[in-house]
């Protein structure tokens, strides 16, 4: 059909303006959509809008205004704390779970507010803390926020309360004060000693098991129980004489006693599965005892003369050499019947065992050469250390110098303040070994919670975990009183501050029937409740050594020993 331009024109225009209707009705019809949705929504609650998940979880916790992860040390007393939440907690859903507790697991009654808009949970204790004690707190998944949503993870904090520095006990001199841990401590020697054989228990739990080195500190403890009045001569000569008796009678193998030992039959109670045999190094410790206490006895009297007799055949008896396993230039810890050298202990330093060497040197029967101590002991000068640590110079030994019994137990008799040899001087280095003790307790590296100028001692003692050789390089957290108050003749200032410490501060934890308790762990709030008895015996002796030097100026008047020390290339 043919169109004019006109109608053609007409044409495309009606087209135009039926597309254009379209899309208005189009247009119109939205519209009219999104008012009815508007009209809807704005009709609608808000609790009627579906709610999108929520992290509920807590941003941070306050303990008096001290904040950390989830471990409080040094916390006050008055027990304050405020926990910020990602987002406002139902409030009902607290009381039920939120729990505070002692260690032991009794719950302590909380006052609970809530502070911005129930987004902080504030909780109180109205009664006051023990002080140096673990508390904990305890947050659970079922606290929940307004909208519902459970916390994301529960949550323990532990709290450890602040030192009360209010002495427990009367203060006193100092002197008196050094007599009574003597005395208090002298009591695991005597009467808490084993009633059948008068040796010292390995511990105040063992029951019937006895130690021959604990028990060698223990006779030089008897030495200063006589002469400080504990007990009277005669009463030491009894306890001596029951030993002595036990010591004759019971298990030794080439002469050599074994580390534990039953009180009542004398028979080798096994240290471990292959040490049930002889051990030399506790041997040197009893020898070092016996030498000791065979010096202080008075030949012109009978009966001591008597003990005097069996003390020297006991001596003579050890066969150090047989202990150098098949003739090798060094000493070796174990032997056993049963698995004969299997543990293949080298007796090596520096450590405990310098004694076990002087010791060996005394024997006429069973001696041994300057060469088994030279590239035994001193590994043919490997011992050597020389480095400084807190600018303090340690000669030999490993680095930091090691747990302080190293420069305490060999030392009970032997008298180190002019001993060297070509490796060292032996009182610069317990005097230093020590000193680098304490001051690295009083650095702190690690920040544990105690440690101080006042409170050290790094040593082998109990700990939370069982037992370990606590040094600067394998520091837990653990302070051992035996270590800083047998050090006391190497640092007398810095362990005598230690010893107010532990007595008047922390005496009411620290201090019991046979004086320091073993050791304890502020980081924990843990008291050891065991006595060593070779930690026990060092602080007798050593005090004693600082203050009269009864135990070495005996030790060192035997002709044996003399000979021995100058055999073995020492000065003394």
């Known amino acids: 059909m043919f169109l004019s331009p006109f109608n053609q024109t007409l044409l495309a225009m009606n087209r135009s303006i039926s597309r254009k209707r379209k899309y208005i009705n189009l247009g119109l019809a939205l519209c009219k959509s ?3 949705l508007l009209v809807f929504i704005t009709s609608c609650k808000k609790d009627d809008l579906p709610l999108s998940p929520e992290d509920f979880h807590i941003t941070k916790i306050y303990v008096n205004d001290q904040t950390g992860t989830y471990n409080y040390y040094n916390a006050s007393l008055s027990f304050d704390c405020r926990v910020i939440l990602s987002a406002p907690v139902d409030t009902s859903s607290v009381k039920k779970s939120i729990i505070f507790s002692t260690k032991g697991g009794i719950t302590l009654p909380l006052t609970i507010s809530f502070e911005n808009k129930d987004s902080i949970i504030h909780l109180q204790v109205l009664s006051q803390l023990n002080s140096l004690s673990r508390y904990n707190l305890s947050l659970k998944a079922a606290l929940t926020s307004k909208r519902g949503s459970s916390l994301v993870s529960e949550s323990k904090v532990k709290i450890i309360t602040q030192i009360d ?9 100092d002197d008196q004060l050094l007599t009574k841990i003597q005395q208090q401590t002298f009591k695991y020697f005597y009467d808490f000693a084993h009633p059948s054989c008068g040796m010292a228990r390995e511990r105040n739990i063992s029951g019937d098991v006895v130690t021959t080195g604990g028990s060698g500190f223990g006779v030089m403890s008897l030495i200063v129980g006589i002469e400080r009045g504990f007990i009277t001569r005669s009463q030491g000569i009894v306890q001596l004489n029951k030993i002595l008796t036990f010591l004759e009678t019971c298990d030794r193998f080439h002469g050599a006693w074994p ?5 009542n039959t004398g028979k080798t109670v096994p240290f471990t599965q292959y040490d049930d045999g002889g051990d030399l190094v506790e041997t040197s410790y009893m020898v070092q005892g016996l030498i000791t206490m065979r010096q202080y006895l008075n030949s012109g ?25 098949g003739g090798q230039n060094s000493l070796f810890w174990h032997w056993s019947p049963t698995y004969g050298w299997q543990m293949n202990f080298r007796i090596e330093g520096y450590n405990e065992t310098l004694i076990t060497y002087v010791v060996a040197a005394t024997s006429t029967i069973h001696p041994i050469t300057k060469e088994v101590y030279q590239q035994g002991y001193a590994k043919s000068g490997a011992i050597v250390n020389g480095n400084t640590y807190y600018n303090i110079k340690l000669p030999i030994g490993e680095p930091y110098g090691g747990s302080l019994f190293f420069s305490q ?5 032997l008298d180190p303040r002019n001993l060297s040899d070509i490796y060292a001087n032996y009182w610069e280095q317990n005097v230093n070994h020590s000193l680098i003790n304490f001051t690295y307790c009083k650095t702190n590296p690690r920040n544990y919670m105690g440690y101080s100028e006042n409170c050290w001692g790094l040593t082998a003692t109990d700990n939370p975990w069982g037992y370990a050789a606590h040094s600067p390089t394998n520091d837990l957290g653990v302070i051992s009183p035996t270590a800083a108050v047998s050090a006391i003749a190497y640092t007398p200032t810095q ?6 410490f532990f007595y ?9 029937d046979y004086g320091f308790y073993d050791s304890f762990d502020l980081n924990e709030a843990w008291w ?29 008047s035997a002709p044996e020993v003399k000979a021995g020390l100058t055999k073995l290339g020492f000065n003394y």
């Open 34 to 36: 999104f008012m009815i």
């Open 495 to 500: 362990s005598m501050n230690a010893i107010r």
């Open 165 to 173: 520095s209010i002495d427990k006990f009367p203060r006193i001199s």
């Open 528 to 556: 050891s409740s065991a006595y060593l008895s070779i930690d026990q015996g060092p602080e007798v002796c050593m005090i004693e050594n600082y203050r009269t030097a009864l135990l070495w100026n005996l030790f060192m």
């Open 409 to 413: 137990y060999s030392y009970l008799g």
């Open 301 to 325: 009297d009978a009966t001591e003369n008597e003990l005097i007799n069996r003390i020297n055949a006991l001596c003579s008896a050890v066969e150090y050499d047989w202990f150098r396993n």
């Open 504 to 512: 008047y501060t922390l005496g009411d934890k620290l201090w019991g």
């Open 259 to 263: 580390h534990w030992l039953n009180g």
